[in-house]
């Protein structure tokens, strides 16, 4: 049976190797943050008949807008999301859409100020906060407070790999790549609360002379298959979705792809593996007071 725990040294290492380029990347140039988190113009148009979303984007392109977010919404309504506008920009948007696919009703035209952009980055950092710091209370009252710890280290471990990844390949990040990472944060600790509870279940019943380290390799591997197949299912849908479903929706899949293999890597690669170090480093402080 692969120890888990044993060569844990080995798996932390890959997870700093796979973050690093992210993190120096997020240091040198940040993230390339779109129009939720910068400033830009909203547009709301409703065509007299039914187009194709292809189309809408294909027209904006050829304005010149290429970093545009197109949203559907019914066969004939559609938001666009794009950098500042003005009002020749838009009018000659807008008779580039009646050129092409007839007639079209501009429902809204909004420009969004970079204080309530700046407003918003930071309210959605606030909640990722929020997030994490329940989580640790649930987790100590639910387990103990060494296994808050090591969740919260996992869950970073996942966090900055989507962050450091879009930063390092220049993607686009929106309000939807912040709804990624609160549900990746969400998928990640469950997966590392169904270890941490089957550890439980374990010291409840340990053998004598069976380690701490035989332990929870043992109940790594009892939890093994279901981390496996959840992974699996969710991945599933999510490829699907990404190669299948609308552009809208890929800054959202892409993050989500990348932090549920990254979630259940670090739910058991890192997670467990911490809980023991702090435990065992807990033991050693309490051996050298006693001496």
Do not use: C
Request: positive net charge; aromatic residues 10%.
């Amino acid at each position: 049976m692969f120890h888990f725990i044993k060569r844990r040294k080995i798996f932390y290492v890959i997870s700093i190797l796979a973050m690093l380029p992210g993190l120096i990347s997020l240091a040198l140039q940040g993230l390339n943050l779109g129009i939720d988190f910068t400033s830009g113009s909203i547009l709301e148009i409703r065509f007299e008949k039914a187009v194709q979303v292809e189309q809408v984007r294909e027209t904006v392109k050829n304005e010149g807008f290429e970093a545009s977010r197109i949203q559907q919404s019914g066969d004939r309504d559609f938001l666009i999301r794009t950098t500042k506008l003005t009002q020749s920009d838009s009018q000659k948007l807008m008779d580039s859409f009646t050129g092409k696919m007839g007639k079209v009703e501009l429902l809204r035209n909004e420009y969004v100020d970079p204080i309530i952009s700046t407003e918003l980055f930071w309210r959605a950092l606030g909640a990722l906060a929020i997030a994490s710091v329940l989580m640790v209370i649930y987790i100590t009252f639910r387990f103990e407070f060494k296994q808050g710890i090591a969740a919260i280290v996992a869950l970073l471990h996942d966090t900055l790999l989507v962050i450091g990844i879009f930063s390092l390949f220049r993607i686009e990040v929106d309000s939807a790549f912040i709804a990624a990472i609160l549900t990746i944060i969400g998928y990640s600790i469950n997966d590392t609360i169904i270890i941490f509870d089957r550890i439980r279940e374990n010291l409840r019943m340990q053998k004598k002379g069976q380690s701490l380290e035989d332990l929870v390799n043992l109940s790594i591997w009892q939890t093994l298959a279901r981390s496996i197949n959840t992974v699996l299912t969710v991945m599933f849908v999510l490829l699907a979705l990404y190669f299948l479903g609308g552009a809208t929706v890929k800054t959202f899949v892409l993050a989500m792809i990348i932090g549920v293999a990254s979630g259940a890597y670090s739910s058991i690669f890192n997670a467990s593996p911490i809980w023991v170090d702090l435990r065992l480093m807990d033991k050693k402080g309490n051996s050298k007071a006693m001496a």
